[in-house]
DNA sequence: TCAAGGAGCTAATACGTATTAGTCCTGCTC
DNA sequence: GAGCAGGACTAATACGTATTAGCTCCTTGA
């Protein structure tokens, strides 16, 4: 009832009952391997009751070496600024997920400053029985000690560093940008351009190399600055482009700079020319990126990963195919 | 090199080094008290760092009692699926403020799930050095366990519960309803109505207590459903009212209903009806709610409190007044 | 030559829980 | 009445670090 009173712990409560700690932890810590009465294991109970005994969550975990605590590294905020925040729904799946399974999570701080203060905060990854990592950033040094000691990691997006050790859920970019490419040539598209952001990810690879795939023939534009205008799109159109595929990114640079440019030279979509995004915001023509589930399963091969259990550690899920408004079949065969 | 190895302790230093674990704790932990030749000191850092020593922050926590770790407890998602969190500013400000002084934070889950889950959850609370409230909910027995037993923590948002024992920073919303009311009557406005929601909530009261403050006179409507059309406004224009005042909420019913209802009426702002909320979206004549400043100085007197530092344990913040376009002098004098 | 004092280090313990290898009973069998 | 089988516990230790009291050895001064 005071204040400032001190939280009662096991060695309390055994006195108490007269009993050992031990006694205390096995009947509080439901042991059932280890036999006792009923009478003590009741005793014990109302006693733990009585005190409001609470277990103290550091030791436990020292203990167990097990704290049910996932870190999360996001290598930026976590809570933007910025309203609009494209990954959001990542992180929605990683918090519903986390709690789906018992498990809190750890938000790491000073993730975007300077070199030392980020190597600090990967450091302190190991607080949590393991850690999920989001953002394409792989400073290879301390994520290899990590990954080299077993500590348990995931990172959000394929991750072909660390000679591809590291164990990840991605988006099969690769084989949902080859199914729009697909669809395009179906409708009857022979000239295509692709428009690539100034940009090396591997979601940005895999992006390409699933338009190439199924397209060969398409022509790769690679968007650097804001280059992009009427002029251009209608240069495409005299050199009888009737499709535009973009890349969509986070930012969604590519696909505002088309938009704006076909606007700007008064078309309009898909009459003049048919326009697909490559994981775009929703509605647009294309596919979309599974963020929530990439979080769920994120958080699910984690805590695989973290109870040894075996699976298979690094994951591309599907992204669905979205049939918008901005695509159909070329004006003129 | 190898997978699976087992991270290097101090013992291993130690050892390596020919000296005591003791020593290299010393060492390590940068310990100027206790004197130490150059020569070991630098061994003892060379070992570690061929080793890639890094202290596991779970037994530094349990020996230190210190973990640079604040958990935030939100009583619902911390990454709602609703996309427009009217909240998030102040998980902002929070993280922002945790950054800034050296803290990670602790995301607690399953705070919105039945009563046992949560009451679980409110334990596992001490895992961190303090932990910050979000939400207008007070479990008063775990909650009062934890403030009996003196472990650090703050509410965001004015808690009176608990005898008013509980630590909170939240916003004056006394002063700036006052504020808002006293600009009304200045501007000439006699006959005025205050819309407040169906809730007794604190940040409610406060509200409504400012109102009557400052214009002991103004009409307190309440709100119940959607019962608010274009006759109740007609209705009040006829008994000479010139201006609205709405209480502003997270989820906005209230400001949305009249305004829908004003507009159902065929009457405009301010020409016909002044129209204020108090905490409102921003633009909207009234005041502001400081939500990310709210968040930022939660963390810091939460720091404070875990650290011993005396300071004002409850604290409310100012809210900036908003000259909006809705608000000017009454029609008829 | 011995006491005093200090430099340099370590043994021991604390932090609070989990686990394991026992110990000490009691009652039963032959 | 020795031997055995459980039943009911507990002593000891581990988890990995921080801290403190105190030990050893060396220097210095009278």
Redesign the interface.
Known sequence: ???????PRQADIARIAGVSQATVSVVLGGNRTVRMAESTRRRVMEVAQNL?Y??????T??ARSR?N?LG?YTFR?????D?TDTY??I??G???E??NL?????????TS?PGARQEA?I??T??GDGCLFFGRHVPEGPVS?L?????PLVYIGRRPELGGRIPYVGADYVTASALVLRRLLDLGHREIRYLREADEAPSSEDRQRGVLQAAPKTGVVRLQGAELTATTVRGWLAEGVTAVVVEGTDTGTAYRAVRGAIDAAGLSTPDDLSLAVLGGPPGVSGFEVPMREMGRRAVRLLVDLVTDKKTVRQQLLRCPPVDGAHVGPPRSR
Chains 1, 2 share one sequence.
């Open positions: 009832m005071t204040t400032g009173r001190r939280p409001g609470v277990p103290h969550p550091v030791a975990r020292l704290s605590l999360l905020s976590a809570f933007p600024t309203e959001h729904p992180l929605s990683v918090e519903e986390a709690a018992g498990q809190d999570l750890i938000l790491f701080t000073g400053g905060a450091r302190r190991r607080l000690r990954v080299d000691d077993g500590f």
